[in-house]
């Protein structure tokens, strides 16, 4: 049971997600990251019952493509588990988007795709999600609703997190 990743493009994905957290405030949602998930690979990152819980999650690339959305956080380049609205200096910003899983799945995936011609399974548990259109202006800032009590218990994966690799700049 949980909710998983899977990465369906040929580069490794670096995943970032937040989830529903009473103990958070006033936004009362944690996020945790990084992920690597390699090409082809499929990763818990939430154990538990998957089920009535909306998810947020960010991920991106090394070639610049990334899956995002307008629900924005302050995230770290070194692995983290914060409160939603922490910052810190050396953060940057981050638009995340909503996966809401409804009640009867007990475990969910989000398959990340970098083409609307890969092929789909037919199964409701399975979301395909393309990156994000780039030069798209966004035009409102979101936050995360109040978490609903949730009814199936889960908590994040914190093993195996990562530091995102240092990107290199070209020069023209």
Known sequence: MGLYF???TNRTVYVTYGYPNRGCGPV???KIGWYAIAPGQRRLLWSGYAGGNT??????DGVGRTWS?????DVSNQAF?????TRCASCRSVGMRPVSVPFFYSDYTVNLISSSS??????GNIRYVLPSAKGVRVQAKKIPLLAKKRRG?????SVRRVSLPKRTVRKK
């Open 55 to 60: 998810f947020y999650y960010y991920a991106e």
């Open 153 to 157: 218990k889960g908590k994040p994966v």
């Open 118 to 123: 890969q092929r789909r399974s037919k199964a």
């Open 69 to 73: 959305g307008v629900y924005f956080t």
């Open 6 to 8: 899977q990465n369906s």
């Open 81 to 85: 588990h914060w409160c939603w609205d």
């Open 28 to 30: 009362n949602y944690a």
